[in-house]
């Protein structure tokens, strides 16, 4: 009786187990190297910076792989990257963005000391780089059972360049991994052939572990603006209300500080500027992100020399 019992119920736990495995396909996204917390951004900003988001370089060994000649699959990668790094951006509303990738592929670093040649319309640019990618498949075969799980695993390496001076003022790397496992029982439950998404996913989440530290930094810095011409006690700088320039605005005007060269780099380093003079926005002139002005006029103190050495500034 006891084995008969056991004969009729092993059909049902047979059912049971199918039914367990009918789910889709688990998915998980994981950011492997979380940057450190940073802090909480103060929400009542209201002037944007201009970045420009360079093209990304794909240093894998894939991509630099004879087996990769004459396909497209590193410019895919470095693309999606590009993307999905702009929107992260955009979504955070904190800045102007200029996508300049077709023609700012700048891979090596003695070209960014020269970068004032390229004459980019904007206070920063963004560089990046796919150093690492990869997938593999894994599963288990049973007697009655079998799991198949593809993961897929991305490391990217983030810099800010300075476009007035050509400095790298902010680097980092982040890694992410996704994968998507199923799993059959007697050849019943979810299947699936090869996920391209996983692709995409792995570098979102390379991105994501760094991109709070880089919008800090961004964010931070202090905003910036140029004197381009003086008329008695009243002058127009460059910005306005696309930037977040509001009538009202006060701001600070500063002589640039002395170049100096740093013996140990050999690089050119700017000293700390010299406040001069406080002016006030009195009226919004419309224009694009590019060419937007605005009209302020002098409050405090004197613009004496060359106004390409001076800087207008919110502190």
């Known amino acids: 009786m006891k084995y008969l019992a056991i004969i009729i119920m092993l059909p049902m736990l047979f059912l049971m187990a199918c039914a367990r495995n009918q789910a889709p396909a688990q998915e998980t996204v994981t950011n ?12 009542e900003f209201h002037l944007k910076k201009k970045i420009a988001v360079g093209r990304f370089t794909n240093e ?13 699959a590193p410019q895919r990668l470095s693309k999606a990257a590009n993307d999905l790094l702009s929107a992260k951006l955009a979504s955070s509303q904190r800045f102007i963005l200029i996508e300049r990738q077709d023609d700012l592929a700048l891979d090596k670093e003695q070209r960014i000391s020269n970068i004032s040649s390229y004459q980019i319309p904007a206070d920063y640019l963004i560089l990046g780089s796919i150093t690492d990618f990869g997938r593999k498949n894994t599963g288990n075969v049973g007697l009655f059972d079998r799991t198949k799980k593809q993961t897929a695993y991305a490391k990217v390496s983030l810099r800010i360049v300075d476009t007035r001076s050509g400095m790298v003022i902010f680097g980092q790397e982040g890694a992410g991994e996704a994968s998507s496992e199923t799993a ?5 439950g979810s ?16 991105i994501g572990s760094v991109i709070q530290n880089l919008v800090y930094k961004l964010a931070s810095d202090p905003w910036r603006s140029y004197i381009l011409e003086v008329k008695g006690k009243q002058m127009f700088i460059s910005g306005g209300a696309k930037q977040g320039v509001r009538e009202g605005d006060v701001f600070f005007v500063y002589q640039r500080g002395k170049e100096v060269i740093n013996p140990q780099t050999k690089m050119p380093v700017e000293l700390p500027g010299t406040k001069i003079a406080t002016l006030k926005v009195v009226q919004l002139i419309p224009g694009d992100e590019l060419n937007e002005i605005s009209l302020a006029e002098l409050v405090e103190g004197e613009l004496n020399g060359d106004l390409s050495e001076l800087y207008v500034s919110e502190k």
């Open 184 to 188: 059959t029982t007697l050849g019943m």
């Open 191 to 206: 299947q699936a052939n090869f996920d391209e998404t996983l692709t995409a996913k792995a570098i979102d989440a390379a």
């Open 60 to 72: 894998t060994r894939l991509a630099n792989s004879f087996l990769s000649e004459g396909s497209d």
């Open 32 to 43: 492997l190297t979380p940057a450190p917390s940073t802090p909480v951004l103060d929400s």
